[in-house]
């Protein structure tokens, strides 16, 4: 009995020195700048597809969804947590995280418009114009927090991925230059069946209530910014339509509003 157990407890000794000598190394991750930059050309290549028809964009945006939540899991699952003490670090990911949020609010809003059967070219595109004008006015303030942060994000990223970045937060023309033809389409027939509208969701602006520059730190209250959204609500076609916020809401959201109810208001 006494051999046997001196045996085991052999066995047992000689398995763990095994083990330890034979112990994997720990998988270190890539520092900071490394895995943002890796982010950025991620979402640098889902900019550059440039769809032939409305059939192809819809499916374009399909992808795009599912590859911005892949690249954006793979992103911050890559961060040391360690990295983001420093101040830099931590300012970028905060833009590389807003530009993710307005980008996949972008494609998941659009998709519910591309799943509904047998959608219509001109219905298609009157959502994805709403939904162009609001990502393009949250994109030019994120590019305003970028500049106000003073980030010398040539040294953090070098020029190559320096470059990427403000491509991606530049705008070739005003997010307002869209909104007359959207407006033309309201109240031309241009509308997502009743029967099939159940997927589609009203646009909800509450996560954006702290897209808030220095040089436009002020907020509206919620029930003034209800009202404009009241007014919106009635000259838009019944299939799109804006959420009442739960809170005040920031200077960039207060001028898309307006700015899209000026527009309906002209051309609607």
């Keep these: ?18 083990l330890t000598g034979c112990e994997l190394p720990i998988k270190k991750k890539s520092d900071y700048p490394t895995t943002a930059k890796r982010f950025i050309s991620q979402l640098a290549v889902n900019n550059q597809d ?19 939540e892949k690249y954006y899991k793979e992103y911050k699952n890559n961060i040391d947590k360690n990295d983001l003490k420093n101040k830099d670090y931590k300012n970028l990911d905060y833009i590389l995280t807003e530009i993710y949020e307005v980008n996949h609010d972008f494609t998941k809003n659009i998709n519910q418009i591309g799943n509904v ?38 040294e953090v990223l070098g020029e ?15 997010p307002t230059t869209q909104l007359r033809l959207f407006a033309y389409k309201q109240g031309h027939g241009y509308v997502v069946p009743k029967n099939q509208r159940s997927n589609i969701s009203k646009i909800d602006l509450n996560k954006y209530q702290d897209y808030t520059t220095k040089r ?35 200077a960039c959201i207060v001028s898309t509003l307006s700015e899209e109810l000026k527009a309906l208001n002209k051309y609607g």
Excluded: C, R, W
């Design 160 to 174: 190559k991925h320096a470059s990427m970045l403000e491509d991606l937060l530049t705008n070739e023309e005003m």
């Design 1 to 18: 009995m006494y051999k046997n157990f001196k045996l085991i407890a052999i066995l047992l000794l000689t398995t763990l020195i095994i």
């Design 216 to 250: 436009h730190n002020k907020k509206l209250s919620k029930q003034n910014v209800n009202e404009v959204i009241d007014l919106i609500n009635n000259k838009l076609d019944d299939d799109l339509q804006f959420k009442h916020v739960d809170d005040a809401m920031p």
């Design 117 to 154: 059967k047998n959608i219509d070219e001109s219905t298609y595109m009157k959502h994805l114009e709403q939904y162009l004008y609001l990502g393009e006015m949250l994109t030019s303030n994120i590019a305003i927090e970028l500049d106000e942060f003073n980030l010398d994000y040539d």
């Design 50 to 68: 440039v769809p032939s028809s409305y059939k192809e964009m819809i499916a374009i945006d399909k992808k795009h969804q599912k590859d911005l």
